[in-house]
Structure formats: C-alpha cells, structure tokens
C-alpha cells in the first residue's frame, strides 16, 4: 500500500501543495501541518491506512473515506468540535447535520429510542447499503451534530472498507466530500481538490459510481422517517425506490405523505394531511457536546438489528430544497453514502 503526504501551502492552510512526498523522505515544510492519503485500491493490507484514520478520529481530525455512494468527510461524532470541525471544512452551518454512519446494525438500540419494528424490519432488509433511517436520538446521549431537533440519521454503508473503519473509529458524523454547493465526489480526487489540507487522512478507494453519458454518477442514499409514522415516511427518494421499500413496508409514506393506495380505502376528494418532519429534516424528491457516557462501539451492544446517512449524488450541488412546510424540518442533502 502506498503512502502520500502532502505538506500544507504557508500561504493558506486550508489548501494543499502540488507537491507530495512518498513516505520517508524529508521536505523543507517538515514542520508543517500535512495530510496523508492512502491507496487502498489493491489487494495490500489495509491495516495501515485503517489505524491512521482511526487515529485522525482519535485527535478530532476529519477523515475522507469511500462509500457505496459517494465519498464522505467523517469525524467522531462524540465529539461536538469534531462535528463543528466537519461542517467548517465543508463551509456549511449547524442547521443541517450530518448522518451517522455505523459499522453494524446493533448499534441502533445503542444510538436511537422508540425505534419501531417497521423500521428494524426494513433495516434487515436493506442494509448494508443505501437506506438511511431518521429516529429519536437517545436522550442519555451527549451527541452534538447540530440542530437535529432531537433525532439522529443512521446508516451502514454497503462497503468493506468503510465498515470496517466504522468498526475501528464507532460512530462517525458523514456527510458527502465536497464544499458546500459543490458536486459530491466521487473520486478520492475530486474529494482532495475541494477539501486539500482541511482532512487529515484522505482513503483512495478508487472511482465510485457508474458511467453514464460521459460522467459518473451515483445516486443517494434513500432516507426514511420514523420519528412521526410508526410505518415511515419518505423524505428523500435515491437508490431506493418508494415501491421497493412498500415491498417490506406496505403502509409507507411517499414524499406525498400518501400511503399506498388500497380499494375502497378512499373517497373522492379525501386528503391525507400533511404532517410535520423534524425540523431539520425537508421531504427531497432527489440527492439532495461534550463527553459523554462511554462510546458505544461494534461489539459492545450485541443484539438484534434495529437501526444515520449519506452525500448528494456527484454533480448536483448540496443545497437543501426549500422546506415544503413550515414547521417541516431539512434533511442533509448530501449525506456520505
């Protein structure tokens, strides 16, 4: 496995230099703040780039790492400067947090509460992979990710790597490698370029997505809201589809707030209400603290699954649409995965 770093530019710390140095070799900036990048596209041990990045997480550092989607700049989500660390680096504010990736599904019961079982059954079904799950945050948790209105976004990406670091580091605030209105990346340099010397361990873990005419493209994760319907309401469609969940979970609601139509069920000119979503939480019809008690890790809750998220789809920006009501909350229009 190959190693890189890359010493800061003096003139703007937040940029890095074109130059880069295989590891070993000394560099006139050797006093200077630097990032390492890792090739992790070959069949070498990953166990270097994994304890670097765990060690980033570690000191409050932000890592890029790849994902079944897109890449995502992660950072501990225990940490309430870490998380403030992620959205400077992204130049975004507090009104839309990140998701939370996990390594496995066990953690849920660790991280949310009145998760229902339509929500534990939809998990089983489609994680690891691009389903993120919107429930209420623990409350004994000291979890700082912003203005979250008391809920927490939770997903296991359906990648090796990705899990295996989640496993290593716990839980870690993601969202997509990009500056805030740019295109997520898909592509480690594509995540250098936009973020340079504001992460600390950059993993290559090579091109992500398909091609299609011309680009690579990868869709979002679909998120679904279970913190005011026990069967769930879509609040951003992406790689799943409103029919492909109502498979597991036939009383689901679309971006509508409409459940899937049954005879008789109803009358002309009869409306399903439109109920509030958390309030950092917006239906999206596309991609769009201090410490606390010990931090849960992969094998400390062993137990059943029960259930946050992931970055907007590569070339489209990360602007949240307008909230469609109110008192309707925003969701991450480019979460990590």
Aim: charged share 25%; with cysteine; glycine share 10%.
């Amino acid at each position: 496995m190959s190693t890189a770093f890359h010493p800061r530019d003096p003139e703007d710390p937040d940029e890095a230099t074109g130059e880069t140095l295989e590891a070993g070799e000394e560099s006139d900036a050797d006093d200077e703040p630097r990032y390492r990048r890792f090739d992790c596209t070959g069949d070498d041990d990953p166990t270097e780039a994994i304890d670097a990045a765990r060690h980033a997480v570690e000191l409050g550092d932000c890592i890029v790492l790849p994902t079944d989607t897109v890449y995502g700049i992660g950072a501990d989500a225990f940490s309430a400067e870490a998380v403030q660390g992620l959205l400077d680096a992204k130049d975004r504010g507090r009104d839309m947090p990140p998701p939370v990736l996990i390594g496995d599904a066990s953690l849920v019961r660790a991280l949310a509460t009145d998760v229902p079982d339509q929500a534990r059954r939809l998990v089983d079904a489609h994680w690891p992979g691009p389903l993120t799950i919107v429930c209420r945050i623990q409350p004994s948790l000291r979890m700082d990710l912003g203005e979250t209105d008391g809920t927490i976004a939770l997903r296991v990406p359906d990648h090796a790597l990705a899990r295996e670091i989640l496993r290593r580091t716990g839980p870690l605030a993601v969202s997509s490698a990009n500056i805030s209105g740019r295109p997520a990346a898909l592509t480690c340099d594509e995540a250098t370029e936009q973020l340079g010397g504001r992460v600390a361990v950059y993993l290559d873990g090579g091109p992500l997505g398909q091609q299609a005419d011309g680009s690579r493209v990868s869709p979002p994760s679909t998120i679904v809201d279970f913190t005011r319907h026990d069967d769930g309401r879509v609040l951003r469609l992406g790689a799943l589809d409103v029919e492909t969940l109502r498979a597991v979970l036939p009383g689901l609601r679309d971006l509508d707030g409409e459940t899937a139509a049954e005879p008789g069920d109803a009358e002309p000119g009869d409306a399903t209400p439109a109920d509030p979503t958390p309030a950092h939480l917006t239906p999206m019809a596309g991609p769009p603290a201090e410490p606390g008690p010990p931090r849960p890790t992969s094998t400390a809750v062993p137990g059943p699954d029960t259930v946050p998220g992931d970055p907007a789809p590569a070339g489209q920006a990360e602007d949240p649409a307008p909230p469609a009501h109110p008192d309707e909350p925003r969701v991450d229009p480019e979460p990590a995965g």
